[in-house]
């Protein structure tokens, strides 16, 4: 099991951006798929982005396209959510997951390693 530690989330208000880090315990972090999901009060998880790094695939949802960058230092072990033009509905605990198997699958059952949350509120 990996483990994976989140950070920076915070209150900021719309329009303003945010950068989560996610440090994972795995030497072999190059070959894993990472990624983010979110949950909101009264919502269901949903998928945010993930990042590939064997054929440098990213992949994000809808909803965040455009505004938030998924990107990743494999020296540092570290996975980043650069999120800006942030949106009230952004507002989430924001889960940072990882897939040992590097597989395709982008469900939140894949991925077997998920860290403890970082809370992120946007106000408006």
């Known amino acids: 099991q990996v483990q994976l530690v989140e950070s920076g989330g915070g209150l900021v208000q719309a329009g303003a951006s945010l950068r989560l880090s996610c440090a994972a315990s795995?030497?072999?972090?190059?070959?894993?798929?990472m990624g983010w999901f979110r949950q909101a009060p009264g919502k269901e998880r949903e998928f945010v982005a993930a990042?590939?790094?064997?054929?440098?695939?990213?992949y994000y949802a809808d909803s965040v396209k455009g505004r938030f960058t998924i990107s990743r230092d494999n020296a540092k072990n570290t996975v980043y959510l650069q999120m800006n033009s942030l949106k009230p509905e952004d507002t989430a605990v924001y889960y940072c997951v990882a897939d040992p198997s590097n597989s395709y699958s982008l469900s939140g059952s894949n991925f077997g390693s998920w860290g403890q949350g970082t809370q992120v509120t946007v106000s408006s």
């Open positions: 990042s590939r790094w064997s054929d440098g695939s990213t």
């Open positions: 795995a030497r072999t972090f190059r070959n894993y798929l």
